[in-house]
């Protein structure tokens, strides 16, 4: 799990993109194994939950896209995302995942707790 918070916090600063995730080797020491599928699935569910964008291109511009693929109900689904990631990894490895003020994500300031103590 501190490999997750690793990525959310990285997300809230600036942002993961998929490969990111699918590596595992964001923030983690050499020689540790890649994430299982679940904590993929469960790494992708998690930044989302947190409110972050998720698209191609640079968050903080207008150029940044969402591809209607991965939404449901107009939001991004995590499912979705990884069904379509399986189907075509390269597609999908710079699929960026970015919080955008932070401050009004519901798990924003705990995210910023837990990095402060930890």
């Known amino acids: 799990m501190n490999w997750i918070s690793n990525l959310v ?3 809230n600063r600036d942002l993961v993109f998929m490969w990111h995730i699918t590596s595992g ?18 790494a992708i569910s998690r930044l989302i939950e947190i ?18 693929e991965i939404l449901a109900n107009g939001k991004p689904c995590a499912s979705i995302i990884s069904e379509l990631r399986h189907a075509n990894p390269t597609e999908y490895e710079f699929l960026v995942f970015a919080v955008r003020n932070p ?4 798990y924003a300031a705990a995210d910023r707790l ?5």
């Open 9 to 11: 916090a990285e997300a």
């Open 25 to 42: 080797r964001f923030s983690a020491p050499a020689g540790v194994a890649a994430p299982s599928e679940k904590e993929i699935d469960e």
């Open 51 to 68: 409110g972050a964008r998720v698209g191609f291109g640079d968050p903080d511009s207008a150029e940044f896209t969402n591809p209607l």
């Open 103 to 106: 401050a009004a994500q519901p």
């Open 114 to 118: 837990r990095r402060l103590l930890s």
